[in-house]
Nanobody, 124 residues
Framework: QVQLVESGGGLVQAGGSLRLSCAAS????????MGWFRQAPGKEREFVAA????????VYADSVKGRFTISRDNAKNTVYLQMNSLAPEDTAVYSC?????????????????WGQGTQVTVSS
């Protein structure tokens, strides 16, 4: 099991940027693929991005491709989500998650450990 704590959320104007961080503790961080998901009020949880165990593989939702960048630092047990050109439709609670699966899983069921989430609000 791995414990995850997100930070970096907040209120930003449309077109602005935020960088989310997710600090992990517990089992060996590099043994897990990491993902970011988001959930807006009244909507289903949505996949945002994932990164492989080594950091060499990444995958993004079409809605964020070209604007968001996921990365990880295994020495610091941290995964990041750099979010640029933010739009009001990006407003949601963003959560990081850890998966013991190989590759870059996209579905929530592939992830066994979740953080509490951090709120991102983008004003128009």
């Amino acid at each position: 099991q791995v414990q995850l704590v997100e930070s970096g959320g907040g209120l930003v104007q449309a077109g602005g940027s935020l960088r989310l961080s997710c600090a992990a503790s517990g089992r060996t961080f590099s043994s897990y693929a990491m993902g970011w998901f988001r959930q807006a009020p009244g909507k289903e949880r949505e996949f945002v991005a994932a990164v492989s165990r080594s950091g060499s593989g990444t995958v993004y939702a079409d809605s964020v491709k070209g604007r968001f960048t996921i990365s990880r630092d295994n020495a610091k047990n941290t995964v990041y989500l750099q979010m640029n050109s933010l739009a009001p439709e990006d407003t949601a609670v963003y959560s990081c998650a850890a998966s013991a699966r190989v590759g870059v899983p996209r579905i929530p069921l592939s992830y066994g450990d979740w953080g509490q989430g951090t709120q991102v609000t983008v004003s128009s």
